[in-house]
């Protein structure tokens, strides 16, 4: 059986360009390209589908662009490009409840761990917060503290701030 790689290609957005990694099927990841620790996520990537990760532009690459173009103009709320996601059926649950964050709303932690029905893991649901593969597509950046306080972001509190903002528009 022929092994069919995993293809990449970078994004240029108006918060500087992201690295996309897809297939024929769907996207695996998308980061920002100076997200701390992203050369572990793609090697985590590549020994959990032990698959290599070679340059190229599959649909679901070309489509999560003309999304992200859309996005930033203003002119979607929400992204239908089919993600492969990678992780523990607790991770899952939490990126679910994340998608259903409406634009211009925030969550907190405690919030979210109380909505998946696990109220005492809001540090659980920080982790699994901050595992998310797919920068702005789950919209983990919608997850704030008790507090109030933004929260760490990764990548980065300026960005953060900016999609916030947006949003909000």
């Known amino acids: 059986m022929k092994m069919i790689p995993l293809n990449t290609s970078w994004i240029?957005?108006?918060?500087?360009?992201?690295?996309?990694?897809?297939?024929?099927?769907?996207?695996?990841?998308?980061?920002?390209?100076?997200?701390r620790?992203?050369?572990?996520?793609?090697?985590?990537?590549?020994?959990?589908?032990?698959?290599p990760i070679v340059p190229g532009r599959p649909n679901p690459i070309k489509q999560i662009e003309d999304e992200l173009e859309e996005y930033f103009s203003g002119r979607i709320q929400e992204f239908k490009t089919p993600l492969f996601l990678l992780g523990s059926p607790f991770q899952k649950s939490v990126w679910e409840e994340l998608?259903?964050?409406?634009?211009?709303?925030?969550?907190?932690?405690?919030?979210?761990?109380?909505?998946?029905?696990?109220?005492?893991?809001?540090?659980?649901?920080?982790l699994a917060n901050g595992a998310n593969q797919f920068a702005i597509v789950i919209p983990c950046h919608r997850v704030i503290n008790s507090n109030g306080d933004l929260g760490g972001y990764g990548g980065g509190i300026k960005r953060k701030e900016w999609l916030l903002k947006h949003e909000r528009k």
Not at 100 to 126: C, D, H, L, M, Q
């Open 12 to 35: 240029d957005t108006p918060l500087g360009p992201m690295l996309a990694v897809g297939d024929d099927r769907a996207l695996y990841l998308l980061e920002f390209i100076d997200r």
């Open 99 to 126: 998608q259903k964050i409406p634009r211009g709303e925030t969550r907190s932690y405690a919030e979210i761990a109380k909505a998946i029905g696990k109220p005492s893991a809001f540090r659980a649901v920080a």
């Open 37 to 51: 620790g992203l050369e572990k996520e793609i090697e985590r990537l590549r020994k959990k589908t032990k698959l």
